[in-house]
């Protein structure tokens, strides 16, 4: 495969779900070997992100490893500067710093914003000048230090991405919502003097594979329903016309009824059969605008075989096509 071609191609994976160690391990040594180009965990509540990644980081040589996301309030700046190192270091130079505000509030933007221009210093070296923190300088020594990424659902975030970011990471989009980001993010680049080609643009893309379609979309229904239920998100999908099936998606969530979860608003924003289609997918989603398509494996049945179905249903090694 040329370097052209694989560049159209880049797709990577993220595994939130709790799998013992063993079987993790393997689903991530599956996604090395089956070209993906990069893991990303989610923080939400089962492995921490950083101690995950260090772990992986000697079983695997080329998948690069990020965060997907830490929030910026769960951690002192010391620690989360301390603890990106480290896996920066362990992995070779493979890991991405992927941050989000954590809950929505007055003044999340600029707490971003100062979070973000602390911890470049601090992984370059500099001192770090905070009001919290101030004077503390990194004592670990980097070659590079990691990219930070920013996750992002509403515009200003998107925008302050622009501003700041390495890379933004969203969630729960349609292709054309990418695609306005794509645009907002770009603009606030060039406002702040800077490449927005230089920004890395991902997308979670949530994907039950290689299982009887009720069986996948019940899963991904669970998934959607839970989520339409949070208002941050639940705004989200009202802004990219998705309103009234999120509202019929949260009431069902609410009332433990993940079946009534509206079929359009999973189809919307989700993947499911095989590998045709979600390859064709995830296509959409890079003409949209995405550099990076993070295949988001929601598992149905038993979890492990079910994920791992995902991941090779998804993979984009040629080797795999039927």
């Known amino acids: ?20 160690w063993h079987d993790f391990v393997q689903v991530v040594g599956t996604a090395e070997e089956s070209g993906y180009e990069a893991l990303f965990v989610p923080e939400i509540a089962g492995r921490e992100a950083f101690s995950t990644l260090a772990g992986v980081a000697g079983a695997t040589e080329r998948l690069r490893m990020g965060t997907g996301v830490v929030a910026i309030p769960t951690r002192s700046l010391p620690t989360m500067a301390m603890a990106a190192a480290t896996v920066q270091e362990l992995s070779g130079g493979r890991f991405i710093l992927g941050v989000g505000a954590g809950p929505p509030g007055p003044g999340s933007l600029d707490r971003v914003r100062r979070h973000v221009g602390a911890l470049r210093a601090a992984l ?5 000048d905070e009001a919290e923190v101030p004077g503390f300088r990194l004592s670990l020594s980097l070659t590079q230090p990691p990219p930070i990424w920013l996750a992002a659902l509403g515009d200003r975030m998107v925008g302050l991405a622009g501003e700041v970011g390495d890379g933004i990471l969203l969630n729960w989009c349609t292709p054309e919502r ?27 893309v949530r994907a039950c594979l290689g299982l009887e379609e009720p069986v996948a979309m019940l899963a991904l229904k669970r998934m959607a329903g839970r989520y339409a239920a949070i208002p941050h998100y639940h705004r989200q999908f009202d802004e990219m016309g ?24 999973v189809r919307a924003v989700c993947v499911t059969g095989g590998r045709r289609e979600a390859l064709r997918r995830f296509a959409e989603y890079r003409r949209a ?28 090694s040629p080797s795999l096509e039927s």
């Open 1 to 20: 495969m040329s370097s052209a071609q694989r560049q159209s191609e880049r797709i990577g994976v993220a595994l939130r779900d709790p799998l013992p």
């Open 289 to 316: 605008g995405a550099d990076l398509v993070l295949c988001y494996p929601v598992p149905a049945l038993d979890p492990f075989s079910s994920l791992l179905g995902t991941v090779l249903g998804a993979a984009p």
């Open 124 to 128: 370059s070296g500099r001192a770090v």
């Open 178 to 204: 990418v695609a306005a980001a794509r645009r907002l993010m770009a603009a606030s680049a060039e406002r702040s003097g800077r490449d927005p080609a230089k920004v890395t643009v991902a997308v979670y």
């Open 242 to 265: 998705l309103g009234e099936e999120a509202a019929l998606a949260a009431k069902a969530h609410q009332g433990g009824r993940p079946e009534d979860v509206p079929d359009e608003l």
